[in-house]
């Protein structure tokens, strides 16, 4: 006799499922964590990446491409220097800046509905490199990473963790539809309903406004490519929830814990993750700290592991993703690009208008 399941089961065990197919996918192409730590002469070292990054970022917005274009172009960049690593070789740092745009014109024919031509990547290089030296470039790029191209992006499992830990508007609408007053409560309680389902929206944008902030970070940071993608949003998930307090915690821990255990995750791989990003955080904004402020709800006994146990320091204030005087992660970063920088500033009005193209 089999016992019945329900609806909310199944789709929960079909979405740690399909998590978990991605998480596998994902772990072949990962780059080398150390590839940049032994680098040739005159070539790039781990130093050097987080100015490929802020390039990266910057092309990113200027040409208003989407934030997996600029996480693809960094996991082509990073793998094809592993590779080349493999072979004893390196990326020169004259060649640093093509190669990058090069990744990021790849990233971009797959994640991207407009793409930035040839032209308008020589523009930005101020012709320093021609058409042909782009074309040359993309295909040895593809022959390296044997065309395996459409991975698995933090923002993928990101997206499926909300909605595996119900923190989405589809979710609230469920809820909403199933607790909704009888006839008479209804009367009494007009309009409180909606209310609250509207604050609940407001706290799930917010949610997601950090996670793409603390994603955006960890893409900045050499030591995160030893993370996968799954571990990378797992961890970036707890900080956001710990910013914007969400749910019932023992049950969103209850369901990571769950995940963990399907994709053969270590939690303490996961609270590494979680130092790390603290560690970006408090880099980008170092009169911050590197704590999150503690959470409204108690700690939970089990699974305690897929909690940070940080403390906030006193007059500890967290930027909010709605300041509008908030600049970007790419915006701060390339204004601050260190004096051994390998590429080049894109000058203002250098990047062309291709909104229209």
């Known amino acids: 006799m089999t016992s019945a399941i329900s609806f909310e089961t199944m789709c929960e065990r079909r979405t740690i499922t399909c998590i978990r197919r991605l998480h596998e996918a994902s772990l072949p192409l990962m780059p080398n964590p150390n590839y940049l730590d032994k680098p040739a002469e005159g070539c790039l070292g781990s130093r050097h990446r987080e100015n490929v990054v802020s390039f990266l970022s910057q092309l990113t917005e200027d040409f208003t491409l989407s934030a997996q274009t600029a996480a693809a172009s960094i996991n082509y960049f990073d793998r094809y220097g592993s590779l080349l690593a493999a072979r004893q070789q390196h990326i020169p740092r004259e060649k640093a800046q093509l190669v990058s745009m090069a990744c990021l014109m790849l990233a971009s024919k797959f994640y991207d509905r407009r793409t930035p031509s040839i032209e308008d990547l020589c523009t ?56 909704q007053p009888s006839a008479k409560l209804a009367k009494i309680q007009e309009g409180s309903v909606d209310a609250f389902a509207r604050s609940q929206r407001r706290k799930v944008a917010k949610i997601k406004e950090w996670g793409a902030i603390f994603i955006e970070l960890t893409s900045f940071e050499y030591t995160c490519l030893k993370f996968s993608p799954l571990v990378t949003a797992m961890a970036c998930l707890l900080c956001a929830v710990r910013f914007e307090p969400y749910g019932s915690k023992v049950e969103i821990n209850h369901k990571l814990h769950a ?44 699974p305690a592991d897929c909690t940070p146990s940080a403390s906030a320091p006193a007059g500890f204030e967290p930027i909010s993703p709605d300041n509008d005087a908030t600049p970007s992660i790419g915006a701060s970063r390339c204004g601050t690009a260190s004096p051994d920088s390998v590429i080049p500033e894109v000058a203002d009005g250098a990047i062309p208008d291709v909104a229209e193209k």
């Not at 390296?144 to 609408?173: K, M, N, Y």
């Open 124 to 179: 930005v290089a101020q012709h320093q490199y021609a058409e042909l030296d782009f074309r040359t470039q993309e295909l040895e790029i593809l022959s390296s990473l044997h065309w395996l191209l459409h991975g698995p992006l933090p923002q993928t499992c990101f997206s499926l963790l909300l909605r595996l830990t119900e923190i989405s508007e589809d979710a609230i609408d469920g809820n909403t539809q199933s607790q």
């Open 259 to 302: 995940l963990r255990h399907a994709c053969a995750i270590d939690s303490r791989e996961v609270d590494e993750c979680i130092e790390s990003v603290l560690a970006c955080y408090g880099q980008c904004l170092p009169e911050s700290g590197t704590t999150l402020p503690p959470a409204s709800e108690p700690p939970v006994s089990a």
